[in-house]
């Protein structure tokens, strides 16, 4: 069964600066789909970025880019020029591409506190 | 935005009755979801649909259960419930054509 794994439970960062969320992931499968969500303090999931496995290019919307690393299981999410609306629960996820289920794995969430 | 709207959003019951949460959709898709948010697990699928009358288990489905009889309505039911069922309890939807899901504002849950 795929997992996914995020260590961090809370992450700081000033605004302004780049901060780095953590995610790991296990499957057996080669194709698939992940994502990060954002949930601010109004419990809104927010679609942040999609990565496909099968795009060797990492993703990226606006000031949110990704560090996928297939081999290592990892997907990595990189905000930079933190704002404070950029206070969230960040939750990354795993869909599989080719089981025909459309079952999404979640991790447990980081929370990221952004500093004025 | 893709129409989804849950109902109630706030609800406080006893344990021991019965509860059902509604989730409606306004665009026709096909897959639809339950999950339960509790702090430290983030996530959890309770039930999926994946067309009317068709359902299946998620990871955490004891003491849930679902109904799906039209496109536009996914109900998730707690037959009695306890206070472990007591969470924020999130429906979501994969577009027709899309790779990710978008998901309702949530309702919370107090069963004391």
Partial sequence: ???????????????????????????????????????????????????????????TENRFSVNFQKAAK?????????????????????RSRTSGTYKYIFGTGTRLKVLA | ????????????????TPVTLRCHQTENHRYMYWYRQDPGHGLRLIHYS????????GEVSDGYS??????EDFLLTLESATSSQTSV????????????QYFGPGTRLTVT
């Fill in chain 2, 66 to 71: 679902v109904s799906r009889s039209k496109t």
């Fill in chain 1, 1 to 59: 069964a795929q997992t996914v794994t995020q260590s961090q439970p809370e992450m700081s960062v000033q605004e302004a600066e780049t901060v780095t969320l953590s995610c790991t992931y296990d499957t057996s499968e080669s194709d698939y789909y992940l994502f990060w969500y954002k949930q601010p303090p109004s419990r809104q999931m927010i679609l942040v970025i999609r990565q496909e496995a099968y795009k060797q290019q990492n993703a």
């Fill in chain 1, 74 to 94: 990892s997907f990595s999410l990189k905000i930079s020029d933190s704002q404070l609306g950029d206070a969230a629960m960040y939750f990354c996820a795993y």
């Fill in chain 2, 89 to 100: 309890y999130f429906c979501a939807i994969k577009e027709n054509s899309d790779y990710e």
């Fill in chain 2, 1 to 16: 935005d893709a129409g989804i709207t849950q109902s109630p959003r706030h609800k406080v019951t006893e344990t021991g």
């Fill in chain 2, 50 to 57: 994946y067309g009317v009358k068709d359902t299946d288990k």
